[in-house]
């Protein structure tokens, strides 16, 4: 709740300025749980749960959101305070290694002088299916899934069924545990689905043209960098913004911006994608954003977001890209979504509507996959559960 000097700067830089050493405030690189508690004292009373009164700072370390996306912290949970003690530390571990003990320029000091390894066994990793997007992958007219298995950095497609259900999955890739935030649609204007993606280590964006057919690791053609620096870029969604049957990217920058990227609908290297707008701000409190298409029956696509307190909200597109009034007002559409991660959406069931699939898990563990039907009137219907061990 305090600290908000240097937490702000962290917040706003890139990656690659996250992990210079030039920007280290001491030569700390671990602690002990002893001594992580004790920061968790000062900054937030002990409570690994607690969200700051600006809505800015979660959990027992006060981390902003852009600093737990930026140091990997979306792989346990949305935000800091809904990850657990262990995961808020393994965090804290990163960004000290990183950063040094003056992210917390109050509460660090204790860091300083405490090396031990707070987990000295290998704690816990990732588990489940993350990253996950939806396009028609097959060819068949049906969106599918793809997402990747945490545990084996494994890249699957789960082809859709049409009637809200998935098939038996196909593995398409491996390797996957070095990419992120997946998003899918045909950015190259050939009728076919795509995959695009962010390498971690170095923050290129890459597009992986899909083949039209699921056929194994053949799924996916060879890969083209179509941008630079996304590594500080979040929440990756396409959507087509204007209605030009082209789709367009949306993402969050560690500001809090949300910005457009005009699709030109061909593959281009480093021009696959347009000028970017700034279409909203104060994002930066949103996460897990999830186009599902039309909600409300208006023929416009709609954009959904879950924010700090788990209420789900609706955004939706006017039909042109106008800057800050390319979205409208907001609705409500939904609350206890803290509860779910992995949204991701698209008509499942080929009824005109768009409908909502979601992980239900608590951090650190794999839970059940559920449908959220859209019915045509901006919500949604009765949940079905769709799989387990998500």
């Not at 920058?253 to 593959?267: E, H, I, P, R, V």
Request: glycine content about 16%; hydrophobic content about 40%; some cysteine.
């Amino acid at each position: 709740m305090r600290n908000r000097t240097l937490k702000a700067a962290v917040a706003t830089a890139s990656l690659s300025l996250l992990l210079s050493p030039l920007l280290a405030g001491g030569s700390a690189q671990a602690a002990s749980v002893a001594t992580w508690d004790k920061v968790a004292q000062c900054e937030a009373t002990g409570n690994w749960q607690i969200i700051d009164s600006t809505g800015t700072y979660f959990g027992g370390l006060q981390i902003s959101l852009p600093t737990w996306n930026a140091f990997g912290g979306k792989q346990y949970a949305s935000y800091p305070h809904r990850a657990t003690k262990q995961q808020q530390i393994l965090i804290g571990e990163k960004i000290l290694a990183g950063q040094g003990w003056r992210a917390w320029p109050n509460c660090g000091a204790v860091l300083a002088n405490d090396h031990a390894d707070p987990y000295p066994t290998d704690p816990p990793g990732p588990v489940g299916m993350v990253h996950l997007t939806a396009a028609d992958f097959t060819g068949n007219g049906k969106p599918d899934l793809v997402g990747v298995e945490s545990a084996t950095g494994k890249l699957w497609l789960y082809p859709g069924n049409g009637a809200g259900g998935l098939g038996t999955r196909i593995q398409i890739g491996s390797g996957w545990g070095a990419m992120s935030k997946l998003s899918a649609a045909d950015f190259t204007g050939d009728g076919k689905a795509d995959l695009l993606a962010v390498e971690n280590s170095t923050g290129a964006f890459y597009v992986y043209p899909g083949a039209g057919a699921a056929s194994g690791t053949s799924t996916l053609g060879a890969r083209t960098q179509i941008g630079s620096g996304w590594g500080s870029m979040r929440d990756l969604t396409a959507v087509d913004v204007n209605k030009d049957a082209k789709p367009d990217l949306l993402a969050i920058d560690g500001n809090g911006a949300l910005w457009s990227y005009q699709g030109t609908g061909s593959l281009a290297g480093m021009n696959t994608l347009g000028a970017r707008t700034q279409i909203g701000s104060g994002w930066g409190g949103m996460t897990e954003l999830a186009v599902p298409g039309d909600l409300n029956a208006d023929g416009k696509a709609d954009l959904l977001a879950v924010d700090a307190a788990g209420a789900l909200w609706k955004y939706p597109t006017t039909g042109s890209l106008a800057g800050m009034n390319t979205l409208g007002a907001r609705t409500q559409v939904g609350s206890n979504w803290d509860s779910m991660r992995q949204l991701v959406g698209a008509d499942f069931n080929a009824d005109g509507k768009g409908d909502l699939d979601a992980v239900e898990a608590p951090s650190g563990e794999t839970g059940d996959f559920f449908f959220y039907p859209g019915n045509g009137s901006g919500g949604f219907g009765n949940r079905v559960d769709i799989g387990s061990g998500w």
